[in-house]
């Protein structure tokens, strides 16, 4: 299994990645990836950069090196109302795509009804497009509720298999996946993390669509 596209990236801006944009868009050119979503995480991350930095992502060029780059930011969820960073509407509209993710720095995990409310509204925010790590068990979340709004909004839901802890969480998220869809159909599975998706037995992984001219749809 090939990926052609990795849409959850972080440069140094996230202040707990090591890379620039433009090492990951060697890293993407050199394992043969089409796309590279750069999506550093809002300003009420701890390190992260400022609103202006969204502003001017303008100036990162729409194809380097044979990588054509999508511009997103991944937004940290603030509260059960699904409030995310403040970014206003110029800074937004620059932007391809955000990923809406609980991260602990961020807010604190609280009851499982909480918990999945704050991603069920999040999920209507503009230009949400992924939630991301859905599987971190320090939230506990109802994934039946979050799999059927997945699908209403087609929105995808990214598992990081970063270690086998996770698999009974992805293969949980599958089986209400396959329950709720057709598995043709959003919600879809993006397996990100160190784990061969080709290790799990019955895994089908989608890294989000291309049309027949090889365009990305999101």
């Known amino acids: 299994m090939k990926a052609i596209i990795d849409m959850h990236t972080h440069t ?18 050199k394992h043969g990836m089409k796309f590279l979503g750069t999506s550093d995480h809002g300003s009420t991350m701890t390190g992260g950069p400022a609103e202006y ?10 194809e380097m090196d044979g990588v054509k780059i999508l511009r997103g930011m ?11 960073d403040e970014l206003d509407s110029k800074a937004l509209d620059g932007l391809d795509y955000l990923i809406a993710s609980l991260h602990i720095v961020c807010i604190e995990p609280s009851t499982k009804e909480d918990n999945t ?20 068990a320090r939230y506990e979340l109802d994934y ?10 087609n929105i995808l839901l990214e598992v990081q ?17 396959i329950e709720h869809t057709n598995w043709d159909v959003l919600p879809r599975v ?4 160190n784990v061969d998706p080709q290790d799990i037995p019955g895994v089908k992984v989608s890294y989000l669509n291309l049309n027949m001219e090889g365009e990305l749809c999101i």
């Open 53 to 62: 930095f969204f502003h001017n992502l303008k100036v990162v060029p729409r």
């Open 117 to 136: 409310m704050a991603i069920l509204n999040v999920m209507d925010k503009e230009k949400v497009k992924i939630i991301g790590h859905p599987d971190d």
């Open 190 to 193: 993006v397996v990100a993390g």
């Open 161 to 177: 298999l970063s270690n086998h802890d996770c698999l009974s969480k992805y293969k949980k998220l599958k089986k209400l996946a």
């Open 12 to 29: 140094v801006a996230s202040g707990h990645a090591y890379s620039t944009i433009h090492e990951n868009i060697q890293f993407a050119k």
């Open 144 to 153: 039946e509720a979050i799999v059927k709004k997945a699908k209403e909004k």
């Open 74 to 84: 991944e937004a940290n969820i603030l509260d059960v109302n699904g409030n995310i």
